[in-house]
């Protein structure tokens, strides 16, 4: 930990997102083959915009959102991690997106256990929920690897979901 809202891992930077960072977040978003599979799929720039601003309201609201993720050595932009509430009412849900050229060293391991771990200590979230559909099987992985537990299944677009948790006691 760093101090505010940041978050600083052995490798990694997490920042929350700020108004300077959207042409990485529109390029990221526009990019199939990091958000084909998200909840909304690819975003136009339009569609990048209203989220960020979003985004940066949610975090003045409630302490807690999606932080850019940059490693710690250069700030090269590596991707997204963060919690947002899902618009389906499963609750409060972990999310990351990082690009191809960062996967497969541990990296969104590394940002998502931070990022649960600031949602239960900092932001004081007893429940925190994730979504990764069935044949996603480096995102489950990495939900595995950081205490997270398969608690349901569900259909969307014709694919099979699991909903993931965390739960600690209140306090």
Sequence with gaps: MIGGWSVQTARLLLLPVAAGDLAEITAIKADPRVFAVMLGGVRTPVQS????????????????????VRDRT?????GLVGLMERP?????????????????RGLAREAASAALRYGHEQ????????V????????????????????????????????????????
């Design 49 to 68: 915009a209203a989220e960020l601003a979003a985004d940066i309201s949610y975090w003045g609201a409630n302490g807690y959102g999606i932080w850019m």
């Design 74 to 78: 250069d700030r090269r932009f590596l």
């Design 132 to 171: 990764a559909r069935e044949d996603n099987f480096a995102s489950r992985m990495v939900l595995g690897s950081i205490g997270m537990v398969a608690v349901e299944r569900f259909l969307r677009h014709g694919h099979v979901m699991l909903t993931y948790e965390s739960v600690t006691q209140p306090g």
């Design 88 to 104: 389906d009412g499963r609750g409060v849900a972990l999310r990351f997106a990082l690009w191809p050229e960062a996967q497969g």
């Design 123 to 130: 932001a004081g979230l007893s429940r925190i929920v994730a």
